[in-house]
């Protein structure tokens, strides 16, 4: 499988900001490990199921009901910055 | 005898109902911390503070004034939980996770926090952004991960037990490399509430103990089923130590005949082939057999393993908790909070968990390697119709050198060759003591059982280490 990999595009898409020194390094491993798991290729899946998950489980339904949590203030104790009840991030939406 | 150095059995017979034996225990138990641990390194966030807010006026439960400890990727309410990453440094959790609880339930103390790679991404405990644990049986070679720490602290006699995670072999092969007992429960055994998620169709909590009868005792506490992780099962947990000091006799144990290959080492073989030759002794029935897809385990793994932790690792952004590396807007923090925040080997698998999931791949690497983990979890039912338990080897050499491989991820991830499977298929497996290398390394021998039946793990387990008693010797620190 031809898989050469656009770290530039890939970064972009994990929200990663590598460094320009990362890129090589980590470029290169990806197609090093791309290729030992192209030994997949060899198997023939045609008439095989994929298996996402090991157990028989679906849709596990519970109840709905209000419970007190009581972690509001806890929650936002560790926040990197908060203004009151509230997250704090940068400007989101430009030229306000 | 020390204190420190006794099973989780006979701590809990030492303490009893006594609350001045129960400080003896701690207390001799975190001077041997403060005396070895600096040395090891298998603890992160140790603090005889929060032990000592845990002192119970009234000792009850199965494991009443029981010092546990957890792997930093277990939530515990109000203390520092970072996963051993720079990302969640100062990350407090407002909850406990499902385990803590129990063992809150019954009353154990929650000693510390043990070591681990970031994320538990990695074979070595080599990522973590504290620097590696070390192996007790030799400070220069690294103790396993990813739940190195876990596995270290129980070897040294810093800790009576503890709790790892294990997603390809995190449990059992640090257990391995430093001559402990761990567990890696079935898939949905274990809750997984407050677990902080790596591939979570994989991911399951266990005990990593000094004895076999310790992981039973502590599987007891920690199993059932929760309504907070709906991939718990809803299957009855029996009493596990009910399993122990039974025979072996007529017993069908199988051996993969895929196992004995290149890249075994030959010490390793020849301890694994002896236990062999133990169970014949003892009466089980020997039969080889085939998992022909074995040899594709880590491929899928590097693909199913990679796109799940590439999904659960993009909640690291800065915003609520952990680092963030402020910038002028939004997406820029984002990026920058990511960058600076993830350590190489987990910026390598988030890149990849991307890489297979994206447009134009997601057929060709993602649904393929879910394929693929169809086939080898086949070759377990079809192994599991003829024969009740698999052993083999738990890693193909004994510990390495610390540095040895960690600018080489590819053969990093083949020392989790023989484990790796389990997590696919969803088995419970177990690594107990068999042995050490001439150079005095421990060696692992692996039990592998049908689902939800750890029963017959514990039992061939106690067998087998009742014969041998490997767990007697203790390395020199």
Aim: charged residues 25%; glycine residues 8%.
């Amino acid at each position: 499988m031809e898989s050469k990999i656009n770290i530039d595009q890939v970064a972009k898409l994990a929200r990663l900001s590598l460094k320009p020194e990362e890129k090589g390094k980590l470029s290169k491993d990806l197609e090093n490990i791309l290729a030992y798991v192209d030994l997949l290729q060899e198997l023939d899946t045609s008439k095989v199921e994929p298996t996402s998950h090991v157990l028989p489980i679906e849709n596990v339904f519970r109840k709905d009901k209000v419970i007190e949590s009581g972690v509001r203030n806890f929650v936002l104790d560790h926040a990197p910055k908060r203004d009151g009840k509230f997250f704090k991030v940068p400007k989101v939406i430009e030229g306000l | 005898m020390e204190p420190y150095r006794l099973t989780l059995k006979q701590a809990r017979e030492f303490v009893g109902k006594d609350l001045s034996k129960r400080d003896q225990l701690l207390d001799a138990l975190v001077r041997r911390v403060n005396d070895v641990d600096p040395r090891v390194n298998a603890y992160v966030h140790f603090d005889p503070k929060h032990i000592s807010s845990q002192k119970q006026a009234e000792l009850k439960g199965p494991l009443a004034g029981i010092p546990i400890s957890i792997k930093d990727n277990m939530v515990i309410k109000g203390w520092e939980t970072t996963c051993a990453s720079n990302i969640l440094k100062g990350f407090i959790p407002p909850y406990d996770a499902t385990v803590i609880r129990k063992l809150r339930d019954a009353g154990a103390v929650i000693f510390g926090k043990c070591n681990m790679d970031e994320f538990a991404f990695g074979s070595s405990c080599e990522t973590s952004a504290f620097g590696p644990t070390r192996n007790p049986w030799n400070l220069d070679c690294v103790s396993g991960g990813s739940s190195g720490g876990s596995a270290a602290c129980v070897a040294s006699d810093t800790a009576i037990a503890a709790l790892g995670s294990d997603t390809g072999g995190s449990i059992r092969q640090p257990a391995s490399l430093c001559g402990v007992v761990g567990l890696k429960p079935t898939y949905g055994r274990v809750s997984r509430y407050g677990l902080i998620a790596f591939g979570s169709s994989l991911d399951q909590i266990g005990p990593l103990t000094k004895t076999v009868e310790d992981s039973a005792i502590l599987l007891n506490v920690i199993a059932g089923h929760d309504e907070r992780d709906s991939t718990s099962a809803e299957i009855p947990v029996p009493d596990y130590t009910a399993f122990l000091g039974k025979n072996v006799k007529g017993l069908k144990i199988g051996i993969p005949k895929e196992y004995f290959v290149k890249g075994l080492d030959s010490e390793v073989e020849k301890a694994v082939r002896a236990a062999i030759k133990v169970f014949q002794d003892l009466g089980a029935s020997i039969a080889e057999v085939s998992l022909p897809h074995m040899k594709y385990s880590v491929a899928v793994y590097y693909i199913v393993a990679v796109a799940e932790a590439s999904s659960n690792l993009g909640r690291y952004d800065g915003v609520q908790y952990g680092l963030r590396c402020e910038k002028n807007n939004l997406v820029e923090m984002y990026f920058e909070t990511r960058d600076q925040g993830f350590g190489a080997e987990a910026k390598r698998r988030i890149l990849l968990g991307t890489f297979v999931l994206s447009a134009g791949y997601y057929d060709a690497y993602y649904v393929k390697g879910l394929k693929a983990r169809t086939l080898i979890k086949q070759d377990f039912d079809r192994v599991f119709e003829k024969v009740d338990l698999i052993i083999g080897p738990v890693s193909p050499t004994p510990a390495f050198k610390i540095g040895e491989k960690l600018d080489d991820p590819l053969s990093m991830y083949l020392s989790d060759i023989y484990t790796i499977a389990a997590n696919l298929a969803g088995v419970p497996a177990m690594s107990v003591p068999c042995g050490f290398s001439l150079t005095g390394l421990p060696i692992g021998l692996q039990l592998t059982a049908k689902p939800f039946e750890e029963g017959t793990i514990f039992r061939v387990a106690s067998a087998y280490e009742a014969t041998m008693k490997w767990n007697e010797r203790k390395p020199e620190l």
